[in-house]
């Protein structure tokens, strides 16, 4: 019988990456903790330099910090970083969707629908890790489907930030939004930015687009004392 062929394996430290980062994400890793490399190494069969390279990535991601002497840490998140955080998914979100629904390709919006139902199905499951990784995806698909390569990329590095919070907020209770109630409407943003990129509709897509961090924004208020302050910034 003839084997099934496979593609090449990734290099080690592009598995080292992913697998730190998702320890991150789930704060398995907690912000302030130093990294342990040996540990890493001897935990995750990867040897030590691939180890170091994904550090350093994800220290370029500012997930980590490098302190002089002492090696890596977690990033911590202050209420500072949150205030900072939302003004700036706004601002470029709302590019990004503007210039998404002049430039998306049907094969995107296809993208786009295949990635919200297999995100309704995991807020189903309660697959919070599923959760995030596929909300990720479908941002991260509206950045590409822009064409701006400076935006992607500064959008991308909000992504990476935002991933960590969006696994805390959704996977534990909160107080004032119910989870089952802001999943239906996570998934009905979503919808409503899909339609509003096939009919062209901008204005449309970029209300949309704001409703949805406002909507992230709340469940964030929940995890947050004192809240992270209202953002009043110009549409």
């Given at each position: 019988m003839q084997r099934k062929k496979t593609g090449p394996s990734p290099p080690l430290s592009e598995v080292a990456y992913q697998q730190i980062k998702q320890m991150i994400v789930t704060v398995k890793l907690r912000p302030g903790e130093q990294i342990d490399e040996g540990g890493l190494a001897e935990s995750l069969s990867i040897g030590r330099t691939p180890i170091r390279e994904a550090l350093f990535r994800l220290a370029a991601e500012e997930l980590l910090q490098v302190r002089h002497g002492r090696g890596f840490f977690v990033r911590d998140v202050t209420l500072s970083d949150l205030k900072d955080l939302f003004e700036a998914l706004l601002i470029l979100e709302r590019s990004a969707a503007a210039l998404a629904t002049r430039r998306i390709s049907p094969e995107q919006v296809q993208v786009l629908k295949d990635v919200n139902a297999a995100l309704k199905k995991a807020w189903q499951e309660n697959d919070?890790?599923?959760?995030?990784?596929l909300n990720s995806r479908f941002h991260r698909t509206i950045y590409e489907a822009a064409h701006n390569a400076f935006l992607n990329s500064y959008l991308n590095s909000l992504q990476n930030q935002s991933q960590r919070l969006a696994y805390l907020?959704?996977?534990?209770p909160a107080t004032s939004l119910d989870l089952e109630s802001h999943a239906d409407h996570s998934i009905e943003d979503h919808q409503r930015l899909i339609?509003?990129?096939?009919?062209?509709?901008?204005?449309?897509?970029?209300?949309?687009?704001?409703?949805?961090?406002?909507?992230?924004?709340?469940?964030?208020?929940?995890?947050?004392?004192?809240?992270?302050?209202d953002l009043d910034t110009p549409a």
């Open positions: 919070f890790m599923q959760v995030t990784l907020c959704f996977s534990k339609q509003c990129f096939e009919t062209g509709d901008e204005a449309g897509a970029v209300d949309a687009i704001t409703e949805h961090i406002r909507l992230f924004q709340s469940r964030v208020n929940d995890f947050s004392t004192p809240s992270v302050m």
